[in-house]
């Protein structure tokens, strides 16, 4: 029971921020500007700098987290191809298996993934966490965009996938921060501060913009939520219970492991939701998700943590 207490307690602080985003959002006082504003301030600098400052920890060659980079591709890639059969067993259409590309894999590894972990695991796991997020926004921009766009009439857009990807923030601060430890680069004391301030600043920014947007979210009618929860229950623990169970198999670092599989089980991150909106893939349905992963998340990651211990 103290373990369990333990797992709960080191999420409890994250979900609070976001409930007091939630009741500013309710109370009329966060409009959904500020989601835009907090949300920009968050990709372009926050996470940015807390992903260098994290790689800048590395206290081991480079090479040795290519397995940690293998290991998780090989879960994303597999989750993400689930959609086909899963879609021609329950007779889906088009627009929703394409949805599932992206709901499958893709649960909020920066957003709440990252902050999930330091508290859980301490500022110890926050390089393996900072790959692991690169990871997932690779595979997202390139295979899931690619896949999508296979499906409608006007095809693929290489040039727009690899514009995704050279100007995604998350990306371009992972090239930074290897470049800066492969040629051991020295980073002077006034930017090292400035970017451990920014990389200080942005879990309670960030967790505060999901409560405000969770919190604008209509209630809608309760079949859709019956196939919400069927989801988010598939996403966030049928899904990272097999991949504990092969896991057990790779050799990977126990800490490396335990990041995985929480990250594994996260909920549907808000990237997948603008996706959604992008590509016209059930918007309502991502929204629905997001609130209900998100709610059911503070049961289901205190559960994930207590059983890796």
């Not at 907090?38 to 400052?53: D, E, Q, R, S, T």
Request: glycine share 6%; charged share 10%; hydrophobic share 55%.
């Amino acid at each position: 029971m103290d373990a369990i207490l333990t797992a709960f307690e080191s999420v409890l602080p994250l979900f609070l921020v976001i409930f007091t985003g939630m009741l500013f959002s309710k109370r009329g006082i966060a409009t959904v500007q500020w989601v835009d504003v907090l949300n920009k301030y968050a990709l372009l600098i926050g996470f940015p700098a807390l992903v260098i400052v994290s790689l800048l920890q590395l206290d081991t060659e480079l090479k040795h987290y290519v397995p940690l980079i293998l290991i998780n591709s090989a879960h994303i890639v597999i989750s993400m191809f689930l959609a086909y059969p899963v879609a021609w067993i329950f007779k889906l259409s088009k627009k929703m298996k394409q949805a599932l590309l992206l709901i499958f894999p893709f649960g909020n590894i920066a957003y709440l993934g990252i902050p999930v972990l330091e508290n859980a695991y301490g500022s110890e796991i926050l390089p393996v966490a900072a790959i692991l997020s690169s990871v997932y926004v690779f595979w997202m921009l390139t295979l899931a965009l690619t896949l999508i766009e296979l499906d409608e009439d006007n095809g693929v857009h290489p040039g727009r996938l690899i514009m995704s990807l050279l100007k995604n923030p998350l990306l371009i601060s992972v090239f930074i921060g290897i470049i800066i430890v492969s040629f051991k680069i020295s980073v002077p004391t006034i930017l090292d501060t400035t970017l451990q301030f920014f990389s200080q600043s942005v879990t309670a920014i960030v967790l505060f913009s999901l409560g405000i947007f969770l919190g604008m979210q209509r209630v809608g009618d309760i079949n859709e939520w019956k196939k919400v929860a069927l989801c988010s229950t598939t996403t966030m623990v049928i899904l990272p219970g097999l991949f504990y169970i092969f896991l057990q198999y790779t050799g990977l670092p126990l800490e490396e492991m335990k990041a995985s599989v929480v990250d594994a089980a996260m909920p549907l991150g808000l990237t997948p939701y603008a996706l959604a909106v992008q590509y016209n893939l059930k918007s309502g349905f991502f929204a629905r998700s997001v609130v209900f992963s998100t709610l059911i998340s503070i049961v289901i990651l205190p559960v994930w943590l207590y059983f890796l211990g």
